[in-house]
């Protein structure tokens, strides 16, 4: 990989938490190399490496990379950190994880990738995930990631403290064919380690360094070629990785889903089959009037006629069944099959008599017995009463039954204003004591929504805890790999599309499936 003189360089840089890390210090790295950095325990070498990277913005001074201060790309376009312990993502195989480093920077070389791996002979893990590699293997996927972003800095931090002596000589061979593309700067308590593979030894010492400072050299540096990528295939492996631990809140979502669904669709249903059953009912608009003192009266006007008593008869086959006189408007009636009565011993039935109905003539017991055929079903909905319908042809014939203390009046319009009268309409009161029982129904819907809800805030709360808590490393490592904050959230937020947008799937379908089997 041909380069040119880049340096990185200290310029009057103070840095104290509880003691003084960096006092003052401007010094210059060379362009490539292998720099050890040294230092008694907890002088500060891992802090001057976050402070190298731009990770950590020093309380005094500026870092600069070829005579520019450090941006909030250089850490992603320039930088490769290697970890003591762990630089891989969990949820992402080998090649994913050496390849994310180029795809958060969005920078091109991807093809650079099969050359790589056989240098670094770890073509045959490209599909294992990080718990089936052994530390070395792992080291060597991070050295991979460094040289297929081409980091100008390769910044590591204690990279063969895990590892046993064979391992560690191997490591630092590689990072050291690493140096002569790149500037390695390692921090490392070994120093014979160091000195063994090392151009140079810097060391940290009560907040200063010692070392040989470098001539700075500065060219202009050709932007590298771009690609852009999206990062949203990493949070489906991710929640496809977290999927044991997301199972018992993704079931919990779905049965509470699927039941708001179902109640919310039952609720919807109920109120359009007592509406349909309002506007198709034969007595809809027939009212019954009568007196508050239950005396007899004369009441007339159009659409008024006196109430036919039915309960004085009945019909031999349905002794149970009603009887009920047709209106003269029946326009609105629905017939299941067979047409309206036209002659006085014709009547309809409805659809719920049908099935129990074995011949197509009937008796109608009043003073004698009276033949009825049967002509036509009426069409139920959700109101289902086992009715004969006679026609107005039929009363007429048997005036001695009808009423002269209760009429029937057609039509709201019709009825008297006078308030000693008694109104009622027998479809209409049904249809309020059922709209009384769909308001208690949404009434327990929304306490039952209001627990559901609180309890699954709950259950995800404790569920997103346990996964940030696991998460807390990755996301230092996607940190170190330059990905910013916001595309941390961004991706913690296309997660939670993804899981939300499965919940929401799954339980259409649950509740899709339920409604079908139910009709």
Do not use: W
């Not at 208690?440 to 996964?467: A, E, P, Y």
């Not at 296309?494 to 409604?515: A, D, K, P, V």
């Amino acid at each position: 990989i041909e380069r040119g003189i880049i340096m990185l360089e200290m310029r009057h840089v103070s840095q104290r938490f509880e003691k003084d890390i960096l006092i003052d210090q401007s010094y210059i790295f060379p362009s490539i190399g292998f720099i050890g950095i040294v230092g008694a325990s907890g002088c500060g070498k891992t802090t001057l490496l976050y402070i190298l990277s731009g990770l950590l913005k020093p309380d005094q001074g500026e870092i600069y990379f070829n005579n520019v201060p450090l941006d909030q790309d250089f850490l992603a376009k320039h930088v490769t950190f290697i970890r003591q312990n762990n630089d891989m993502i969990a949820s992402l195989n080998v090649e994913d994880n050496i390849e994310i480093g180029c795809k958060i920077a969005n920078l091109s070389g991807l093809e650079k990738l099969p050359g790589i791996v056989y240098q670094l002979d770890i073509k045959r893990c490209l599909k294992k995930y990080p718990s089936a590699l052994s530390v070395g293997q792992r080291k060597r996927v991070s050295i991979a990631r460094s040289l297929l972003k081409a980091s100008d800095v390769i910044l590591c931090d204690e990279p063969t403290g895990a590892l046993h002596q064979e391992a560690g000589h191997e490591v630092m061979q590689m990072l050291k064919k690493a140096s002569s593309q790149a500037l390695v700067l390692i921090v490392s308590h070994d120093e014979d380690l160091l000195k063994t593979y090392c151009d140079e030894i810097v060391i940290l010492e009560n907040g200063r360094l010692k070392g040989t400072t470098h001539e700075a050299h500065y060219e202009i540096i050709p932007e590298r070629k771009k690609k852009h990528y999206s990062l949203l295939p990493y949070a489906i492996k991710e929640v496809r990785f977290r999927a044991k631990r997301l199972i018992s809140l993704i079931c919990f979502q779905i049965i509470l889903l699927s039941c708001l669904l179902f109640m919310v669709e039952g609720l919807h249903g109920l109120n359009f089959a007592i509406n349909q059953s309002v506007e198709h009912a034969p007595l809809k608009n027939v009212y019954l009037v009568s007196r508050k003192d239950q005396e007899d009266f004369r009441l007339t006007g159009s659409h008024i006629r006196p109430h036919f008593q039915s309960e004085y008869g009945t019909i031999s086959q349905f002794p149970e069944t009603m009887i009920d006189v047709l209106p003269e408007n029946h326009r609105h009636i629905v017939l299941k099959s067979g047409r309206m009565p036209e002659k006085e011993n014709e009547c309809l039935i409805s659809s719920s008599l049908e099935s129990k109905l074995k011949k197509k003539n009937v008796t109608y017991m009043l003073d004698k017995a009276i033949s009825l055929q049967v002509v036509g079903v009426v069409q139920e909905y959700f109101f289902r009463h086992p009715t004969f319908y006679l026609p107005d042809q039929f009363t007429n014939q048997h005036q001695e039954y009808l009423s002269s203390s209760i009429y029937e009046v057609e039509g709201k319009v019709n009825l008297p204003k006078d308030s000693q009268y008694v109104v009622t309409n027998d479809v209409l009161q049904e249809k309020e004591n059922y709209e009384e029982l769909v308001r208690m129904g949404k009434l327990v819907g929304s306490l039952f929504i209001v627990i559901s809800l609180f309890t699954s805030l709950s259950l995800m709360k404790i569920v997103f805890q346990s996964i940030a808590l696991a998460r807390k490393l990755e996301n230092v490592i996607l940190m170190t790999l330059g990905m910013e904050f916001r595309q941390l959230i961004i991706r913690f937020f296309e997660e939670g599309m993804i899981i939300g947008t499965l919940i929401i799937l799954m339980s259409y379908l649950c509740c899709y499936g339920i409604r079908e089997y139910i009709h």
